[in-house]
């Protein structure tokens, strides 16, 4: 399947000739190749994308508004898909301490064979600044018991460590209620559950967490606090960004970072449920991304099938101080301001429905600049947010034909 030529026809801008010349996605690429693309297609017109079997629009965004990776691509198509097409968390809660076969050789644990893990016993982690936002309230080391191996790329989390708690209270009791659980290698299936919290600096010592600031954590494999409560802001290791660039028939997922975990989920990757004719016209862009305080600040630029947008694509403007836009070879971003379909655009056109004609937020990729964990979207009233990682918003995906 390619172009619905009856809904493409009605998509067409006025004045256009009757003759449709986009018989299918790889004649559309010829066109855009040929730097012509422009004579049929402006930015607000629609395509329509067929997704196993349903047909969703997708709007047409900017023509070379992105930077394609790849020898002599020089055009880029960018389209969007209309309407939300589901709704998953940007990263689901992290584990707190990782158990690696690095972790393993640090500790002198079994490393390799049937007992391979972090052995049965006794174990502390230090708080220091450890509470949501770093507040100093709960601060103090931590201890727990395990009756079972946790194996090598299993981990360990906590119900309260790093949590936000909407009534402002972050105290030792509310810690301490708390309890820890152990998970397998597969990162979601529990081991134990329920494993009592108590205040004390017992058995092996796993590092010293906190809430976001590297410079008060010590020790490679336990996370931030505020990371194993709600996920990671980071797009490149997130949940999403491996979904929306899988052409897995049954999406595989992969760690990016010692403390991710997966979804259980078994649903097909994005690329994947697109038309195939399309796939073979799609290609990666590099865009810019901001980085929080725990990954060292700045930013880092990505190649990608797929991407969410970011604020300055749909007109909020810069993340802090970086344009997270496309990046040529150079390391120049060539794009500051929003795409073109994006440029008018005011809070209502940034309100989209889902397929059941429900308006729901939709995530953006840009990380919130204050945290490590949260993550800007759009509002159901097309305003600018955010959220922690872990909750679960629209997902209205970017492709570029080139």
Same mark, same amino acid.
């Given at each position: 399947?390619?172009?619905?030529?009856?809904?493409?026809?009605?998509?067409?801008?006025?004045?256009?000739?009757?003759?449709?010349?986009?018989?299918?996605?790889?004649?559309?690429?010829?066109?855009?190749?040929?730097?012509?693309?422009?004579?049929?297609?402006?930015?607000?017109?629609?395509?329509?994308?067929?997704?196993?079997? *349903?047909?969703?629009?997708? %709007?047409? /965004?900017?023509?070379?508004?992105?930077?394609? =990776?790849?020898?002599?691509? &020089?055009? !880029?198509?960018?389209?969007?898909?209309?309407?939300?097409?589901?709704?998953?968390?940007?990263?689901?809660?992290?584990?707190?301490?990782?158990?690696?076969?690095?972790?393993?050789?640090?500790?002198?644990?079994?490393?390799?064979?049937?007992?391979?893990?972090?052995?049965?016993?006794?174990?502390?982690?230090?708080?220091?600044?450890?509470?949501?936002?770093?507040?100093?309230?709960?601060?103090?080391?931590?201890?727990?018991?395990?009756?079972?191996?946790?194996?090598?790329?299993?981990?360990?989390?906590?119900?309260?460590?790093?949590?936000?708690?909407?009534?402002?209270?972050?105290?030792?009791?509310?810690?301490?209620?708390?309890?820890?659980?152990?998970?397998?290698?597969?990162?979601? *299936?529990?081991?134990?559950? %329920?494993? /009592?919290?108590?205040?004390?600096?017992?058995? =092996?010592?796993?590092?010293? &967490?906190? !809430?976001?600031?590297?410079?008060?954590?010590?020790?490679?494999?336990?996370?931030?606090?505020?990371?194993?409560?709600?996920?990671?802001?980071?797009?490149?290791?997130?949940?999403?960004?491996?979904?929306?660039?899988?052409?897995?028939?049954?999406?595989?997922?992969?760690?990016?970072?010692?403390?991710?975990?997966?979804?259980?989920?078994?649903?097909?990757?994005?690329?994947?449920?697109?038309?195939?004719?399309?796939?073979?016209?799609?290609?990666?862009?590099?865009?810019?991304?901001?980085?929080?305080?725990?990954?060292?600040?700045?930013?880092?630029?990505?190649?990608?099938?797929?991407?969410?947008?970011?604020?300055?694509?749909?007109?909020?403007?810069?993340?802090?101080?970086?344009?997270?836009?496309?990046?040529?070879?150079?390391?120049?971003?060539?794009?500051?301001?929003?795409?073109?379909?994006?440029?008018?655009?005011?809070?209502?056109?940034?309100?989209?429905?889902?397929?059941?004609?429900?308006?729901?937020?939709?995530?953006?990729?840009?990380?919130?600049?204050?945290?490590?964990?949260?993550?800007?979207?759009?509002?159901?009233?097309?305003?600018?947010?955010?959220?922690?990682?872990?909750?679960?918003?629209?997902?209205?995906?970017?492709?570029?034909?080139?």
């Amino acid at each position: 399947m390619g172009f619905d030529p009856v809904s493409y026809t009605l998509g067409r801008r006025a004045g256009q000739a009757e003759a449709d010349p986009l018989k299918s996605w790889s004649e559309l690429q010829l066109w855009l190749r040929a730097g012509q693309l422009g004579q049929v297609l402006e930015p607000g017109d629609q395509l329509n994308v067929a997704m196993g079997s *349903t047909v969703r629009d997708f %709007d047409v /965004l900017g023509l070379d508004e992105d930077e394609a =990776v790849g020898a002599n691509l &020089t055009h !880029a198509l960018s389209i969007q898909s209309h309407d939300v097409l589901s709704t998953v968390p940007f990263d689901p809660p992290m584990y707190l301490f990782a158990v690696t076969e690095e972790a393993c050789e640090h500790y002198g644990w079994p490393s390799t064979g049937a007992d391979a893990g972090m052995p049965a016993g006794t174990y502390n982690i230090m708080l220091l600044r450890g509470a949501y936002n770093a507040d100093t309230s709960q601060d103090g080391t931590y201890q727990f018991t395990t009756t079972q191996i946790v194996p090598v790329g299993g981990g360990i989390r906590h119900t309260q460590m790093g949590v936000y708690r909407s009534d402002g209270q972050y105290t030792k009791a509310n810690l301490l209620a708390g309890t820890f659980t152990t998970y397998g290698a597969d990162t979601f *299936t529990t081991i134990e559950t %329920d494993l /009592l919290t108590s205040e004390g600096s017992g058995g =092996v010592s796993l590092g010293t &967490t906190t !809430a976001r600031d590297p410079q008060y954590k010590s020790g490679d494999y336990i996370n931030f606090t505020q990371r194993q409560g709600h996920g990671s802001g980071r797009l490149s290791w997130s949940y999403l960004w491996q979904y929306l660039n899988s052409d897995d028939a049954v999406f595989q997922w992969q760690p990016k970072s010692i403390w991710s975990r997966n979804v259980s989920s078994s649903s097909e990757g994005f690329l994947h449920s697109i038309d195939p004719a399309l796939r073979q016209v799609i290609g990666k862009v590099r865009k810019r991304v901001v980085l929080s305080i725990a990954d060292g600040g700045g930013y880092e630029d990505l190649e990608g099938f797929c991407f969410p947008s970011f604020l300055v694509d749909v007109g909020f403007g810069a993340n802090g101080s970086v344009y997270e836009g496309p990046v040529d070879e150079s390391g120049t971003v060539t794009r500051t301001e929003a795409y073109t379909f994006w440029k008018d655009a005011g809070n209502a056109d940034r309100i989209k429905n889902n397929a059941e004609s429900v308006t729901v937020g939709w995530w953006l990729g840009s990380p919130a600049t204050t945290g490590i964990e949260s993550v800007r979207f759009v509002s159901t009233i097309g305003t600018r947010d955010g959220n922690r990682a872990n909750r679960s918003y629209g997902v209205v995906p970017s492709l570029f034909v080139v």
